[in-house]
Each structure stands twice: as structure tokens, then as C-alpha cells.
T-cell receptor, first 115, second 113 residues
């Protein structure tokens, strides 16, 4: 039990589908993150939210759309994805933003496969 | 862009042998964190180093931060099968007023019984 819960654990979707990934943290943290983890590549930071405001967007394609309705929940809305988007999507949270040097707590991830 | 490089990418050791992974940055790091990801699992925070030349130990794991704060290492003494996983370093790089945590590519450790 990490305190960060992600659903679903696995998702298979076609390129024309629309789906959402959900993340919930029970740690009382103020910052939340989406990462993409592909084979043989470093963890890629996608989005950062601090106190429910987006503070970073690392040139992520618009087919990925984040939403942070409150400090405990984070969503990643997906539409018209490409096969190269197949990866493990990890959510993380930290007490404050990563810039403050706080350790990050990760969820188990959603394994996404695009057909 | 600014990167944190990690070597080796893969390491196979016999149980009982030592293991070291190295992390290097072209720019000075404010601090560095280390994470472990077991196969099929998620990254788990191990430790953070902040001071130049800092050395910290956790049982058989020894973490070092270089004097110039541009490199770091993780050394495991007498590996066990429970050490299997991928070890990531992550450095905070300051650029003007912006600070970003950047992960290395990881070292995947296999321990043969």
C-alpha cells in the first residue's frame, strides 16, 4: 500500500477511443505528477500540479489532457492515441513540488496498450 | 536538454558479489534522490543526498554524492536476490528560478542465485 492508488491497472484501447486514467493520493500531499515509463527510456515527466494548479507541461501532445479537481485526485484524459503511446503511466505525489526536494510516492501505474 | 546519465544500463551479478551504479550530470545538482523499482512494481524512494561529498548508508547500501555535486553512486555490498530491480537516480537541476527533478535511465540489476 503506497498511499497512491491508480485505476485501471491495465487498459487496452483503440486509437479512436477516449478513456481516462485516475489517480488518488491519501497522503495529504500538495503536488501530483504524471510520468510515462517506456522500455529502455528514463521516466518522462508529463505534467506537474501543485495545489491543484498545473505548474509544468513538458511538451506533451494535446491528445493527453490532465485534470486536477482537488489536491487528492488527478486524471489523465486520453483521446486519439498512437501506438507509440503504449507504456506504463505512473502517478506520483509529494508533500510539496519536486523543486523543494521532497521525495515522490508512486502509484502502481496503469499499463496502457494502444491497438 | 539537461540530462542525468546513469551507467551501467544492465548489471548481472552472482549473489554475494558487490554492485555499483553511477549517476552523472553535466550541471550541478541541488540534490539527488535514489529510487528502486522491483520488476512489475513502481519506483520507491530510497534516500536523498544534499551536501557536497555526502555519504549515507542503509544496511548494505552506500550512497555517495560527489564533491562537485555532479555525480553520485549507489553501492550494494554482498548482493542478495531481494536486491533485484532497477535503480534510478533523480537529480534536481536549477535553471534560473526553475527547478526540475530529472530521472536517470536506471540500472537494471539481476542477481543470480
Amino acid at each position: 500500500e503506497t498511499g497512491v492508488t491508480q485505476t485501471p491497472r491495465h487498459l487496452v484501447m483503440g486509437m479512436t477511443n477516449k478513456k481516462s486514467l485516475k489517480c488518488e493520493q491519501h497522503l495529504g500531499h500538495n503536488a501530483m505528477y504524471w510520468y510515462k515509463q517506456s522500455a529502455k527510456k528514463p521516466l518522462e515527466l508529463m505534467f506537474v500540479y501543485s495545489l491543484e494548479e498545473r505548474v509544468e507541461n513538458n511538451s506533451v501532445p494535446s491528445r493527453f489532457s490532465p485534470e486536477c479537481p482537488n489536491s487528492s485526485h488527478l486524471f489523465l484524459h486520453l483521446h486519439t492515441l498512437q501506438p507509440e503511446d503504449s507504456a506504463l503511466y505512473l502517478c506520483a505525489s509529494s508533500q510539496d513540488s519536486a523543486a523543494s526536494g521532497q521525495p515522490q510516492h508512486f502509484g502502481d501505474g496503469t499499463r496502457l496498450s494502444i491497438l | 536538454g539537461q540530462q542525468v546519465m546513469q551507467i551501467p544500463q544492465y548489471q548481472h551479478v552472482q549473489e554475494g558479489e558487490d554492485f555499483t551504479t553511477y549517476c552523472n550530470s553535466s550541471t550541478t545538482l541541488s540534490n539527488i534522490q535514489w529510487y528502486k523499482q522491483r520488476p512489475g512494481g513502481h519506483p520507491v524512494f530510497l534516500i536523498q543526498l544534499v551536501k557536497s561529498g555526502e555519504v549515507k548508508k542503509q544496511k548494505r547500501l552506500t550512497f555517495q554524492f560527489g564533491e562537485a555535486k555532479k555525480n553520485s553512486s549507489l553501492h550494494i555490498t554482498a548482493t542478495q536476490t531481494t536486491d533485484v530491480g532497477t535503480y534510478f537516480c533523480a537529480g534536481i537541476i536549477s535553471s534560473g528560478s526553475a527547478r526540475q527533478l530529472t530521472f536517470g535511465s536506471g540500472t537494471q540489476l539481476t542477481v543470480l542465485p
